[in-house]
Each structure stands twice: as C-alpha cells, then as structure tokens.
C-alpha cells in the first residue's frame, strides 16, 4: 500500500506539471479539462494514506479553502432554476466538477514541502516556460495573422490565450514571481525575471488590459521596495525603455486607440446594474448560483457581472462575500507566515486584477485557474514550520 501511495504521489505531480504544460500547447480547453480531471483524481487517491489523512484534518488552511468552495453550493438553496432548467443543472454540475478538482489538487499538494522537497521550484520552472511559450505562440499568430484583418490593433486573443485580460494577468503574475526568484539571488533568477516581465510588458501594451497593467505596477513596486530599495531608479529607468520601444515597434496612435478608445467599457454601468438586480433577490445571501444575470448596456446585452467581487455579492450576497474574504485571508495569511510571498504576489495581481473582470471562482481549465487557484493550492498546501519556531533558519521559498 505504501509503495502504490507513493507511486500514485509521484505521477500527481508529474500531472499537475502537464496541466501547466498544457496551457502552451493544447488550445482547446475542453483537452485541459481532462488532464486536470485526471490530475485531481490521482490527488485524491492520497486520501488512502491513513497518515495524510491525519495531516489533513490539522491543516487549518483547509478551512478556509472548504468555506469558498461551499458557499456556492450552500447558495443553491434559494437560487432559482432561469429561463432554461438545462442551463441550471450545466452550473450546478460545472460548480461541483470544479470544486472536486480542486479539493484534489489540494489534496495532492498538502504538506508538499516535507513531502517532496524541489517540487515547488519545478512547478515554478513549469509556470515560467509556459508563460513564455503560450504568451509568444499567441502574440505571433496575433502579428502575422489576424491583426492585419483586425478593425483595431489590439489583441484579442489566439492560441491559448483566448481571453486576453486573463492572459495577461497570467503572464504579469508569472512575471511577479519570478522577480522574487531573482531578488532571492538564484541562479539564472535575472534572465529568468527579465524575460518574464519583458514578456508581461508587451503583452500588456498590446491587449490593453488596464486594470491588470494597475496591479502588476501596484505588486511589482511592493516587491521592489520590500526587498531592494536602490534597485526602484534603475527598474523604473528599464521600464521607460521598454515603453518607450513599444511605442517605436507598434506606434504611439495605435497605443492611444488600444489604451484610450474604450473609455470605461460600460463597467459603471453594469456594476450598477449588478447591485439593482442583487436588491432585488437580497442584499444579504444575494440571488444564489444558478440565477441568471442579465446585463444590458443599451449597446450590448450579456451575463457577466466584471467583477469578480461583484459576481460574489450578486450569488451569494453580502454574507457571502465577507465569508469569502475572511476564508482568503486565511489561507493567505499562512502563506505569509510561511514566506510564501511569490505565490502570494501571484494571488495579488489576480486578486487586484479581477476588480474589472472575473465572474466566477469556481473554473476549471481556465487562465483563471492558473494564476488563482494554482496558487492559492500551492500556499494552503504548505507546512513548512513558521520562520523562526525553531532553531533552525528557515528555508528560502521558490
């Protein structure tokens, strides 16, 4: 039985690096979905383990991962079913499958220090190459194949990267954490930074992803002046540069038109109509997780709330959302007991980054899921002991 545990250990990990993997080279999402079904299930299968089991049960982070994941099925007791019931058993479906998996990838990634030590730094080497990959393919088909045929410049999404919002706030949390890599002294960490954040730039530029470009600034200046102060002058000198070439290579009006012609997007809008319909269910325990959202602009009609603070207080209310906040802080604070403040940083620029976009939280294969949920699992899934409670130093985090 030890040895099945084991191997079953070993092959989740080396399924949960082919989900990140995949981000660069499967386009279709529905490939993604099930690798990380598989990924989930073969987690899961540690359960097996009497003694992980106990590890578990001790593992404070887990309840606060346990609160978000239920609240949306709690909610279901006074949604209503919409126009369409086939419409509400797909969520009610959708939200549970997502909520399996990522209790198994929890699962799988619990203790994951003592467990297997260097696993962290491998995913992290995982997240990089991807980023880099999928940003690159995206931007390449982009530039030689439908921008010419685009009725403005901006990028729009190919490849895997479908969404560009969400592709660019996955490729600035990459950039995040590799720059603590680099501030920690590691081999190769300022190659690995530069070529990450350059990527990050230019992705941002081209998509014009405004709020993300906010909270990778926002995030990216809390490292800086956290760990190297005298390094903010020449950063900020590097970044000019860079702007400064972006607007050689793709010119300055068509930055103007991908930055500016947008105004506000409608978000007032839709936001105020968010908290209108969220009135009339309830403010406190909101309209639940089937309900459908209906948005109309005057320009357009859809049912995204863009904000996935939003999307919270209209499912699950005010109750909701605070429960939601507190469960996060949580499983956050004991990343930051636990010096994990790469990963913390990359559920930072998510976090900051979806005050404009994000609908839900429970997903699957989504970029979503890689600069949130990945993260967020890797920080529940700690144990190493809190710096300083013993006499040995603490280890450094990838």
């Not at 609240?71 to 006074?78: A, E, F, I, K, R």
């Not at 479906?93 to 198994?104: F, H």
């Not at 990216?220 to 702007?243: E, K, Q, W, Y």
């Amino acid at each position: 039985m030890v040895d099945q545990i084991d191997r079953a250990a070993a092959l989740f990990r080396l399924l949960l690096l082919m989900l990140v993997a995949s981000f660069a080279l499967l386009p279709e999402e529905l490939q993604r979905n099930w690798l990380l079904y598989l990924t989930a299930s073969v987690g899961l299968m540690q359960l097996l383990d009497p003694a992980h089991r106990r590890r578990l049960r001790h593992h404070r982070p887990g309840i606060g991962l346990l609160a978000i994941l239920a609240l949306p099925v709690l909610s279901l007791l006074w949604a209503s079913a919409g126009a369409d019931p086939v419409d509400s058993s797909d969520a009610i479906k959708d939200a549970l499958v997502a909520a399996l998996c990522i209790v198994g990838v929890y699962v799988g990634l619990a203790h994951h220090e003592s467990r297997h030590p260097g696993f962290e730094r491998r995913l992290f080497h995982g997240l990089v190459i991807t980023a880099l990959t999928a940003s690159w393919i995206a931007l390449a088909i982009w530039w030689f194949t439908l921008r010419a045929d685009a009725p403005r410049p901006r990028f729009e999404g190919a490849w895997t990267f479908i969404n560009p919002v969400h592709a660019s706030i996955f490729v600035t949390s990459v950039g995040v954490l590799s720059i603590k890599w680099w501030l920690d002294g590691s081999d190769r960490g300022g190659l690995v930074a530069l070529a990450t954040n350059l990527t990050a730039l230019v992705l941002l530029s081209v998509a014009g992803a405004r709020t993300a470009a906010a909270a990778y600034v926002v995030i990216f200046a809390g490292l800086i002046l956290t760990h190297r102060p005298r390094l903010a002058l020449p950063i900020a000198a590097a970044v000019a540069v860079i702007v400064a070439a972006a607007v050689g290579v793709v010119g300055l009006d068509d930055l103007e038109s991908i930055w500016l012609s947008r105004g506000l997007s409608f978000r007032l809008e839709i936001w105020q109509q968010v908290i209108d319909q969220t009135r009339d269910c309830s403010v406190f325990v909101g309209c639940g997780l089937t309900t459908p959202l209906f948005i109309d602009t005057g320009l357009e009609q859809g049912e995204r709330a863009h904000s996935i603070y939003l999307a919270l207080f209209y499912h699950q209310g005010l109750i909701g959302l605070v429960v939601n906040l507190l469960a996060l802080g949580l499983v956050l604070r004991h990343g930051l007991q636990r010096g994990k403040t790469p990963w913390l940083g990359m559920v930072g620029c998510g976090l900051l980054a979806n005050l404009t976009s994000g609908d839900h939280l429970l997903v699957r294969a989504e970029l979503f899921w890689m600069y949130f949920w990945l993260p967020l699992l890797v920080i529940a899934g700690s144990s190493q002991p809190l710096p300083h409670s013993s006499g040995n130093a603490p280890r450094k985090p990838a």
